[in-house]
């Protein structure tokens, strides 16, 4: 029989479900953004398979966890949004009954509930959950695909919590069944490690979590209690589980960022204006959350000429001493969870962006919104549920609006540029977003204006008047010596990559003298840039200098494989081997394209040139495995299915290549060149009547076909057709044939009777 208690509880879980898919349901067709499309072209997580081959999952640091999770997003769906956004959103709806269920069993362990009535803690634990679950700051972390690992982190962190809570429960539990919580809970810290590395706080948040709300009822005599004999098995092998995994993972944690936020900021600099990013952003996003950004700019300012810092210690001080003397355990445990689960990303670990939305996910879900909940419920009758009621409506609004703007990467860019205009990084992004879409002008205009920003912003920094004398200055510098500055490498990072994206919005408008400027300027910022060398290669390729083509496209793999370890460069193997396909040399582009397929599989035009290079040699089976692997990853490829036919043709398999041909015509359309081989591969079937019918369809599309009108007089001739063979043969003539076969369609014309 259901009580009303867990009938209530029922209801609250099936809200917490509903209200998030309802909230992010406009999300789920949002494209993938900004370092999404990175993520997802990486070789080891194409699938499972390639997962299990390439990730070590005890390499926690590279967040294996998170990478299988996008592994099966791809072996489900390759590449399909959908799949992605939606994994995303299942793990913020179990985060947020995560939430719920936690606080009601600390409730059981502090005080369990009375036969039939609700404990108190029901509707605060409900509502904290509600909050959470709305709250337009959260839409960075799950519309986002690339903050998954934050949220997958969480889960992780939360479903640890819960474990580790399962082991004090009051129900009579023999000690190998708390033995059995303990180790999952173990595994489950190294899941959050092995997610993000936000994760490290969570020993120390167990143990604010059994200080404030395990140990005042169940251990009042910690000390005795804890070395009772009776206790030992349990509590002793968990704590001697967890320093055993902080042996382990310890050193892994003990990190230094993948950016470049320690030459940036330096450690104590960052942790000082850390302090003022979390009152005067992270607080005033949570109560007031508006004007998000996916590019917030945070200046940042010392703390010797920045008054605010020394504000920001001295609130953060008093937010933890009022919340102290508060003594309500909600809103203590509130406060003090936000500032452990913030200690990885604001506190000695510098990071290249001082404040980024994402970052509040963990510290909001048992940290402000429990503390905020706690001191509302402290208001009673119908104005604490109107408050709450009215926070979440909003809340929904908000984001629901704020969805809008992540379902697509030219809108969410232009938010940003329109809310921080001056940050060379919006305006680049911009400019990507329209490149990708094909509006080049527009691209171009971002791009300048990127370029314009971070000028300006070295000339401030090198205290010059002429913003066109920072690449003299830059140049003199690029080698390590001379001025050094604070977020110097940043800016040098940011300089050369707006060159660079001009230079292809250059290349594809066929400006190529400039494109060619730009990408010198690109690698002469950064020497390391070996996209640059291959942007240099790809110009060349279209001025028809090969041989200078073919010397930057291998400069290109030599660099990329010394600067980033990895064995080749597929993109760059691409270009070299459609070259010597173009100049014929075609055992070479064979090799080459090999290379490239091996070095990415999922790559559709290297498996095409390699089968139309194969074709050539006259390896046709190979060539037939090649094409038909470019379909397996596009189906809908259309020259793919039109040169797997010519091969099968080839081959002299008639029919396969006419129903070959047909799957082209019905992705393509009608298309004279398709007709004319379906003719040809009738006619050498000896169906003369299909052939006919093709090579007429062939001029309809195309009048001057030359090739399909003389194969059609030539049908017409060998069935004594004489007019029709007349008509069709003289219209060949006419259209100015190549002198051995106008000597041939005269002789054919002088053979017929008059």
Not at 161 to 187: D, N
Not at 588 to 615: C, I, T, W
Not at 638 to 664: D, G, I, Y
């Amino acid at each position: 029989m259901t009580t009303p208690l867990l009938k209530t509880q029922i209801q609250g879980l099936l809200i917490l479900t509903l209200l998030p898919l309802l909230l992010y349901f406009n999300s789920l067709h949002g494209s993938f953004q900004f370092d999404d499309r990175n993520l997802i072209d990486r070789e080891w997580i194409a699938d499972v398979t390639a997962f299990q081959k390439s990730v070590r999952i005890s390499e926690y640091e590279n967040r294996p966890v998170l990478l299988w999770t996008f592994a099966v997003n791809n072996t489900l769906n390759k590449n399909k949004v959908f799949g992605f956004h939606l994994f995303n959103l299942m793990l913020h709806v179990f985060v947020c009954v995560l939430i719920f269920v936690i606080l009601i069993q600390v409730q059981n362990i502090l005080n369990p509930p009375a036969q039939g009535r609700m404990p108190p803690s029901t509707p605060m634990a409900f509502f904290t959950a509600l909050l959470f679950a709305v709250h337009p700051l959260n839409t960075d972390s799950v519309t986002y695909i690339s903050s998954r690992s934050t949220v997958l982190a969480t889960f992780f962190y939360l479903l640890t919590l819960f474990l580790f809570l399962r082991i004090f429960s009051r129900h009579r539990q023999k000690w190998p069944v708390k033995a059995i919580f303990s180790l999952l809970a173990i595994t489950g810290m190294y899941l959050a490690l092995a997610s993000k590395l936000i994760a490290v706080t969570l020993p120390l948040a167990l143990g604010l979590w059994f200080w404030l709300y395990i140990r005042p009822n169940r251990f009042p005599g910690l000390w005795p209690r804890l070395f009772a004999r009776k206790w030992v098995p349990v509590y002793g092998g968990f704590l001697l589980a967890l320093l055993t995994a902080v042996v382990i993972w310890g050193p892994g944690v003990l990190y230094a960022p993948r950016d470049q936020g320690l030459e940036l900021f330096g450690r104590i600099p960052y942790l000082w204006v850390e302090t003022k990013v979390i009152i005067f952003y992270y607080l005033k996003l949570f109560f007031i959350p508006v004007n998000l950004n996916v590019d917030v700019g945070f200046p940042f300012s010392a703390f010797v000429t920045d008054p605010m810092i020394a504000l920001a210690v001295l609130a953060i001080g008093a937010l933890i001493f009022l919340a102290w003397k508060t003594r309500d355990p909600w809103v203590r445990g509130g406060v003090l969870w936000f500032f452990i689960t913030l200690l990885p990303t604001s506190s000695i670990v510098p990071l290249s962006d001082l404040a980024v939305e994402h970052r509040m996910y963990l510290p909001m879900t048992l940290g402000l919104g429990l503390a905020l909940t706690g001191a509302v419920c402290k208001i009673s009758g119908i104005v604490r549920i109107r408050l709450l009621l009215t926070l979440i409506a909003l809340f929904s609004v908000l984001t629901l609006s704020r969805n809008l703007v992540w379902t697509d990467e030219i809108r969410l860019w232009q938010d940003a540029v329109t809310k921080n205009p001056l940050s060379p990084r919006t305006h680049n992004n911009l400019g990507k977003a329209y490149y990708e879409n094909g509006q080049l002008e527009q691209a171009l205009s971002h791009f300048l204006k990127a370029n314009e920003n971070i000028e300006q912003r070295l000339a401030r920094q090198y205290n010059l008047t002429d913003p066109g004398k920072v690449l003299e200055r830059r140049s003199n510098n690029k080698n390590g010596g001379g001025e050094t500055l604070p977020g110097q490498l940043r800016i040098v990072a940011d300089l050369a990559e707006p060159h660079y994206n001009l230079a292809s919005v250059y290349l594809d408008l066929g400006n190529l003298e400039q494109a060619r400027t730009e990408y010198q300027t690109a690698l002469s910022l950064n020497p390391d840039y070996f996209d640059a060398l291959f942007g240099l290669g790809s110009v060349h390729a279209r001025t028809g200098r090969r041989d200078l083509a073919l010397d930057f496209f291998r400069q290109s793999i030599q660099k990329r494989t010394s600067v980033t370890g990895k064995k080749d460069y597929p993109l760059a193997r691409l270009n070299i081997g459609e070259i010597l396909g173009l100049a014929g040399r075609y055992e070479e582009a064979v090799r080459e394209l090999k290379l490239a397929v091996q070095g990415d599989p999922s790559m559709v035009l290297g498996h095409y040139n390699l089968g139309l290079a194969y074709f050539m040699t006259g390896k046709l089976e190979q060539a037939e495995q090649a094409l038909t692997t470019c379909l397996t990853l596009n189906d809908r490829f259309e020259p793919a299915l039109f040169n797997l036919a010519r091969v099968t043709q080839a081959k002299r398999e008639w029919a396969l290549s006419t129903r070959q041909f047909e799957q082209f015509l019905s992705v393509k359309g009608p298309d004279a060149g398709a007709f004319f081989q379906i003719g040809w591969n009738h006619e050498q079937a000896g169906e003369l009547d299909r052939t006919i019918i093709h090579y007429q369809k062939a001029l309809a599309i195309k009048p001057d076909f030359l090739e399909a009108r003389v194969h059609l007089g030539k049908i017409y001739l060998q069935s004594r057709q004489t007019d029709l063979a007349r008509l069709h043969l003289t219209k060949a003539l006419q259209s100015n044939p190549p002198p051995e076969l106008r000597t041939e369609i005269s002789r054919w014309l002088g053979d017929l009777p008059r």
